[in-house]
């Protein structure tokens, strides 16, 4: 490890204070250059407000911050990006009506200026966005509108965006990648890691991430924070996930893998797809969701999985192929049936299609099954408020307020809630989720996890779209593979519990 | 925080708003000239509220599922006439005969709104039309008179109580039933959560159909209302008449009243504050003593002051 390359940015000391709230407290730390370091820790932990700091957002109570030797004192982004700091926010902030190139160049523009007497000059755009995309490795169209363009290849565009800063001089660029992993597949995440192994060539990389496995995997460095101050600051090397546990969180959780027992025979499935098709996003797609089983659909994207998932709901309409429940034909589907019938779907756009933001936590989990919530068409305030305030005790939602609106809580609490709602059901038959992870942390995720088994015990059929294949290791008992919208592996976990990842990555690319 | 942005912060602003805006302006008309704030000023103003008031009821339970109606006015004028013509024939019964018909009416913009993609405020433009012809066809474009059993409904209006007459309390009776509505039923619910996320709320298996269907089919009844008090209060109904622009008053009054023109935010009993607000603005503009044609100019930097005021500013980063 080279410990003699000068320093890109040092922060000695920076507090940031809200009221009473010592988001950032004390924080201490160096970044040379070509180093990659890992900032982790749990929701909450000052994570978001110490990266807003150096991006020129928010400005620090106290303390000091040098970049490239420089005192630095951001009065606002764009202070930030003149001094190198490109940051990739973990909620997208492109124009969806521009063109990838625009996009590109709008960061640009504040260095270098694209325009000739204020003509925009449309080759040169063009073509530097294309050299921007070359240089990390993503094949791109920079004329394609960039709203047409899926979640994962706007995130590319992101990055290509953060890239373009110029320090000037010899100053080296500071990229920070704020959970830039969260919504990729494992191919492409293999391709994340190898842009920021060419980032190491010109500049020095902060990698925010919940996933462990990749910042022991991808950083030199690791730094942990835990309630706003660093509880670790550590080489990679030798350093174990327990550690970081520990180092994140007050009492050490317990990574616990259930042990599977096999499909009893002769038992009916809770839902039987039989050749499921849809046309442009699956194909033929059969297989049988067992009570009490967890199904994984791992696979990349575009490969179908979250159309299918819909499709069961009856969300979109499927060309051909039937679909069984508890053994009988459904037909006409729909998504009021569909619920009527027992089964559940937890979106992955949590803001947009999981809840309604402006409801409070009482009316969103009393939205779908009111059980005795109401008269007929009376609401009952009261049982609906004991309903609610129950789900919010037994899944510990923070802060614990059930008339508070929804979109005034994080991420982790929100899906507790989402959760909630649809475990609220009388009888839940198939409990599907499309990446209820995405964006949590470790305290939230295992929270989660354990009302998922929960409702297995009670005979809920799980199927389960994962963030990432060692979650599906860890939850599913049939692992199903999609590649290009069929299936291409089963994997049976209760005969075998010897599966490399690389194998089944194989068998989604 | 600076003071403007402490108010700006205050969540409960957009419920307390209407009603001070309100009781603002009659400060304001009683500094300039105590005599509009007598029965007989109260009368007169809350008798021109009240189908503004009907109106706007509809509209903001439409404009709370996150669509327009600008048909509605029309809808509620059409109304007026046709039961102007059968009054004399079918006594009360002509009044059923005309609400059933409107809420007909109403349900089927739902109905095409619901079932086409054709967005609210095109389709209901194109209703406005349809029902404006009408209007005219079905009464030669000459004035209705009623000739018999005009006592049936003029009584509406000539009854007061505290000097408001009776059709103006029939407008705060629904607002009080829809208030009721929105907080307390299902369907009310529904309304508002489709307003607020409709790509959550089909996700969450709610009928979201049947919930525009029947926001319109409201609007149509509560124009009904509207119609019966212009007949009410005119003992006639006229394509060209009284009641004959109610579209953007309908509008303004519910936006006075604190209704979030994208949706899920409506407290129909503020918009009897907004309804009462809009009707005064051309009495204060005399009573202040502006000139009649200034009261257009007014008229429209008044109502932008009064809806920058309720509109909440907390409610988000994106207000159309």
Redesign the interface.
Known sequence: MKNDNPIVLKLTNICRFFGSVKAVNGISMEIRRGEVIGLTGENGAGKSTLLKILAGIERPDSGTMEINGKRANFRSPNDALKAGVGVVHQEQSLFTNLSVAENIEQQNQMQTGMSRLGFQDWKRINEDASEVLKKIGVKLDPKARVGELSFVDRQMVEIARAVCVEPGGDGTPLIILDEPTAVLEQAEVEVMEREIRKLKEFASVIFVSHRLDEVLRICDRVLVMRSGMLTRDTSTQGITKEELFRAMVDDTPTLNTHKRSPVRPGSVPAVELRNLTMEGRFKDVSFSAYPGKITALVGTNGSGRGALMRAI?G?EKFTSGSIHLDGKLVTKWS??K???SGLA?V?AERK????????SGT?NIT??H?GDS?W????R?RRMAKTAQSWFDRLDVNPNNIRQPLNQFSGGNQQKVVLA?WLNSPSLKVLMLDHPLRGLDVGVSQTVNAELRKACENGTAVILIPDTIEEALEMADEILVLRDGEISARHDLSASNDLAIKEIVAEMV | MSLLSKIGQFSGWHTVAPPLVFIAMLLVVGTFNSNYLGPLGVSIATASAAPILLVALGQSMVLNIGSIDLSNAAISLFGAIMLAMTLPQYGIGSLVLVLVLLTILGAINGAFLAFTHVPSFALTLGTLGILQTAALVVSGSETIYVSENRELVTILYRSKVLSIPLTFWLGVGVAVTYWALL?????G?HM??VG??E?????????TKFVKIFAFALSGFTGGLAGLSIVAQAGSASASGLGSALLLPGIAAALVGGTSISG??TNPINVVFGALTVAFVPIAIQAIGFSAQSQSLVYGVFIIAVVTLTTTLTRGLVIK
């Open positions: 709901f969300a998504i009021g569909a619920v009527a779907y979106p947009v299609e999981g809840m309604i933001g402006g409801f009316r939205l779908v009111r109401a007929g068409q009376i609401l305030p709602k | 907080r307390l039923t299902v369907i619910q508002t959560a607020k996320n790509s959550g709320a089909i996700l969450s298996a709610l009928p899920g935010l």
